[in-house]
């Protein structure tokens, strides 16, 4: 809530109001819909003559108005939340993730998770708790996370998630840095022979619901006259046998999770998959808060990028707690001046993170290689490697 300052008030002397009213009196002829009913309607009751100073005395000289206070200008900005303090007296962060997206967020029988995504809730409990283990994962289908991170269920969503315009402004979230640049693809059985989305032509096409793959899907199909039937599924786990049994003769969804898909069907036996070239969207994905506590978003925000400012200064998990160098950037970052840039985070957060998880690229590499991808030739690169992966200046 922004609250201004107060309206200034002006007191004029008493004889320029003696002036206003004679010029009221004057005008008071005219039309006036918002004029009392109560006030009369004939003739103006006769003005009353001034007063005439005594013969022979000066006038009294006015007294000055009284000084108003100086207005204060002023903007006040008043910022609901609190949540980093009550994560920190919890010592708990709650993560909304996937449980079934290979390379993003997986369980294992044992309950234990693992994926791209989970590392960035270990990311987020380290630079704030201090202890990357501190997490509670919380999985979510795609129609319910939103629902769950404005209600408070979980203190932040990191599931795959397209940021986009109407999310932002309608659902009550915040987006935060984005950690993987992505794009929506198709994925056929090879056998079909089908290389172009053209060729889809009045086919059935696997879709989750309430994702913008869905959008997607309806957008450029009907953009260019594609006749599909689309099928829609709540979870992965039920899309994906659908496929398998040939209820769909496509798949749609984000190249990275085609890739994952891809690479666990054929391990697992089934036939030989083929993910068309075309990509029909952005899909930035990355970590989101619920909207209206600043302090959180900026703590949750800047642990993520740790991570990236870290890549490029050359810092991983095996040296960023042994530097020995001079650079003043670094320094700052790894908090051994003392630097301390007011995010409500400990000076030492990012060699919290960076020791206990790893820069961008460990993470990267421990989750999203194996799918088939690479770093090298991707938007998830360094901007000085031709990537799109920037941190703001850490001073």
Known sequence: MISLGSTKRWRFAAGAAVALALVAGACSGDDDDSASEDTAADEPAAEEPAAEEPA???????????????????????????????????????????????????????????????????????????????????PLSSEARFTALTSGEVDVLIRNTTATATRDGELGVNFLTTTFYDGQGVMVPASTGFTTIEELDGANICVLSGTTTELNL???????????????????????????????????????????????????????????????????????????????????????????????????????????????????????????PGLGLSPTFAVDIVTQVGNYQEIFERNIVPLGLTIEGSPNNLWTEGGLLYAPPYR
Do not use: H
């Open 56 to 138: 022979g005395e000066e006038p009294a000289a006015e007294e000055p108005a009284a000084e108003e206070p100086a207005t204060d200008d002023t903007v006040e900005v008043t910022q609901d939340g609190g949540l980093l303090d009550a994560v920190r007296e919890r010592d708990l962060l709650r993560c909304g993730v996937n449980n079934e997206l290979p390379g993003f967020g997986v369980v294992d029988s044992a309950g234990v998770y693992s994926g791209f995504d989970v590392e960035y809730c270990q990311v987020v409990a380290a630079g704030i708790l201090g202890d990357s283990t501190k997490v509670e994962y919380i």
């Open 218 to 340: 309806a957008a450029v199909f009907g953009a260019r006259g594609i006749a599909f039937n689309p099928q829609k599924f709540e979870t992965d786990d039920l899309l994906r046998p659908a496929y398998e049994q040939g209820q769909c003769e496509a798949w749609t969804t984000d190249a990275s999770a085609l890739a994952a898909w891809k690479s666990t069907l054929e391990a697992e036996g089934a036939e030989e998959q083929f993910i068309m070239p075309e990509i029909i969207s952005k899909e930035p994905l990355g970590p989101l808060v619920a909207d209206g506590d600043t302090e959180w978003a900026q703590a949750v925000n800047w642990s993520v990028l740790a991570t990236i400012q870290a890549w490029e200064f050359e810092l991983d998990s095996t040296n960023i707690g042994s530097y020995a160098g001079e650079d003043p950037n670094i320094l700052n970052f790894i908090g051994t001046d003392g630097f301390d």
